[in-house]
């Protein structure tokens, strides 16, 4: 929208500057018309954030952050440049003027149906407090929900009658057509008389991005259906440009706050309660285009959070399906899956707001969703079915609009679909390892108290090995995220390299769905529960032969791996470590003396470049582990 011009001349002339900053930040005068405050854009401890009343602007010496009152708004509010100025011209009583009549006429409308929305929020906000909302609110206590709570997300009830707020509404004289077209009643069309839309329901008001009640979600008591029942299109409300709590999440965007979208209003509600404020729902129906849009307003990478189940499955699919058009350099979504059977109100009401800090350091991102959607439940034995599988993922992939984007994308799949392949040898060079470099020292990669260490002896590669490998059956979630790594391991020993193949068969079987229950013993340090992955690798070790070798391996593991790894990387870079000093043992020497001999016997150029590469290697790593 337009603004007229002169009018926001009006409304700055009309602003006091330090009022409007002075509600968010506490000021005090310096001079004059000047102030100055802790700048609530930038952490900090002595005031750097300057007021100019008389310019009208504000300035941080600390971060460089300025502007006027309507950006100071639009940044602290999360809100658009023409609803900052609309809040701020409410606040000082200058009427909004409409570029045209029909504008003029929406506005009117609009301001209507809200005033009845917030009429009807009012009401259901009263039953639940009366005998006849008992039923409501037992149901909203019986959840494990606060009264402040209950009161701050001015949750209602709307009883199970024919008219309890068509009647209400016409006592304050709104008519009855007003009442339709806000939705909250229902007009039949052979004109009998209208009806109320939600009854025997409790009550969560929706609102627009400004927190102005629009529309309403009802959850039935008992088994009726359908279970949760939202307010239709109207003029105010949009369902697929508007999400339950967006407001909210606006403000906590703008302090960095992660962007959490839950199934359900009830998941948003607990989310909130465990300081997740950032929690938004999307309204009944799966994300669409507006909602990815809004959110990524608010953050680059939002999180979708879906229940662990198949319809969880499935309804992260469709986000990823609905996302990939649409990626843009620095846009896309992290996924969190909860354990089976939970959802954010039951996790963090049973295991805590840690629990769910927890799952969030585990999201994975986009590119590993869209990877499971193609090859989940696939089998990779063939080469026929290998090149079936690529074609899935490269179809996939092509749906990626942003010609960069997708490039990266590609480059990705590829290298998950040369994992697929049979690693009978390292697939790509040492020194080309992306993930084995960790800053500062490094500390000692095995448990101090081992039987070797004691002995006073270094542990023999073919035990390292065997410990690395025992490590990951042990722990099968970590497979998923080593097994690059272990793709990349030089393996001596013949067995070893037969279970080594055998884990990354099971791996690219194994449905790549990362069990959240697992992942939570890893981040803790423990072992992983039994889960569908284990069950799996078990299974294929048995079916290939290599149970007993895999028996001994994870005896090895449990002897060799500390079990509390007090490094914030944990068990991944425990075991990184691990493999990178077993990369240093295996370079020397048996293999450097095979090319000095090679070399002795026939001095050819190919002789002369192996030995090279040889030490060069030897080199590298000795300076990636820190010890050279
Ligand atoms: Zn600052």
Redesign the pocket.
Known sequence: MAFPPGFLDELRARLSLSDVVGRKVSLKRRSGSEHAGL?P??NEKTP??TVNDKKGFFH?F??G?NGDAVGFVMKTEGLSFPESVEKLAREVGLPVPRATPAERERADRAATLQQVAEEAACWFQKQLRLPVGRQGLDYLRGRGLEEATIDDFRLGFAPDTRDGLLAALKREGVPIDKIVEAGLAIQPEDNREAYDRFRGRVMFPISDRRGRVIAFGGRVMGAGEPKYLNSPETPLFHKGANLYCLDRARVAATKDQPVIVAEGYMDVIALHGAGFVGAVAPLGTALTEGQLGELWKLADEPYLCFDGDNAGRRAAARAAERALPLLRAGKSLRFLVLPAGEDPDSLIRVRGADAMRRILDLARPLSDVVWDMETEGKVADTPERRASLQRAVEQRVAEIADPVVRDYYRADMRRRLDLLRRPDRPAWRPGERRFFRSPGPEPAPFAAGSAARRAGTDLDASRQERALLGALIERPALLHILAEDLAALTITNAELGRLRSGLLDALSLAPSGVDPAADEALAEGGAASPSVEAQLIEQHLERSGLQRVAASAQAKAREVFRNDPADADGWVGQWRRAARHLSQLTADPEELKRAEQALAEDSNDENLRRLEEILDRMRRQSIESGTG
Do not use: A, D, I, K
């Open positions: 700048c854009f930038h750097s954030f941080c600390g971060c952050v």
